[in-house]
């Protein structure tokens, strides 16, 4: 599933005949490298697999009983269609807090030596900031540690008590697959390349959420271009350089 849709669609937008047609489209105007890309692939595999791991375990608890589960789609309707419109924007909060976890947090009273976001960072979160020229393959190109706290977002529903069908964490583990890959492909037309998470990847102290649920706006974290990053963090060290220092 992983190779047809993000392998297609970034074949279409960066090898297919129609390349040089779209051109004009693409948020970057420079082109990553096809090392870039081939990485690219290879750690969204492995993140695949991640979340794959995390199906079946949920697989595996519903089918042994050990998890309830409302087994007939009919018999809350309404509710189990209000938690599939909205999938997209309760897991939001879940991907804000893990991935502003893995930046560093940059508190005051905490030295820089002890910051743990800057630890998670070097260790974790650095390997998704390759991509400094996000495509489709970029999206979950991740960390296995990253890749399955980053999936960990389909067992939010059962986290806080709900029976819910096993259609809603698998939804919420496709679209957090597919909404990455396609944020990431790049392109303003057709794609749906995010600007405002292309920014994250320019400027990295700023954008850790999404636009349709504004957390940035509401913590201060939200940026439109470089001058904003400097107005957020003050005379604290942000952006890109800095991270590369750490």
Same mark, same amino acid.
Do not use: Q, W
């Given at each position: 599933g992983t190779w047809i849709?993000?392998?297609?669609w970034g074949w279409f937008l960066y090898f297919s005949p129609l390349k040089?047609?779209?051109?004009?489209?693409?948020?970057d105007p420079n082109y990553p490298s096809l090392r870039q890309i081939k990485h690219d692939a290879m750690v969204t595999t492995a993140a695949t697999l991640c979340g794959t791991a995390i199906e079946i375990a949920l697989c595996h608890y519903w089918a042994t009983g050990q998890l309830r589960m409302q087994r007939d789609l009919n018999l809350q309707t309404s509710l189990t269609l209000a938690w599939a419109v909205t999938i997209t924007h309760w897991r939001i909060p879940h991907f804000w807090l893990v991935h502003r976890m893995m930046h560093p947090w940059k508190w005051e009273s905490i030295p820089k030596a002890l910051d743990p976001g800057r630890w998670l960072? $070097? @260790?974790v979160h650095s390997l998704h900031h390759k991509s400094h020229n996000p495509t489709a393959f970029a999206g979950t190109n991740m960390h296995p540690v990253?890749?399955?706290?980053?999936?960990?977002?389909a067992l939010l529903p059962i986290a806080f008590g709900f029976t819910v069908h096993p259609a809603i964490p698998l939804g919420c583990l496709l679209d957090c697959a597919i909404g990455a890959w396609l944020g990431h492909d790049g392109f303003q037309w057709p794609g749906s390349g995010d600007y405002f998470h292309q920014?994250?990847? $320019? @400027?990295?102290?700023?954008?850790?959420?999404?636009?349709?649920?504004?957390?940035d706006k509401w913590l201060g974290t939200f940026a439109g271009g470089k001058e904003d990053v400097k107005k957020i963090w003050g005379k604290r060290k942000s952006g890109a350089e800095a991270n590369k220092e750490d």
């Open positions: 849709s993000a392998g297609f040089e047609t779209l051109r004009p489209f693409k948020i960072y $070097k @260790h990253e890749a399955t706290l980053y999936y960990s977002a920014l994250h990847h $320019k @400027h990295f102290d700023c954008n850790f959420g999404a636009m349709h649920v504004p957390i």
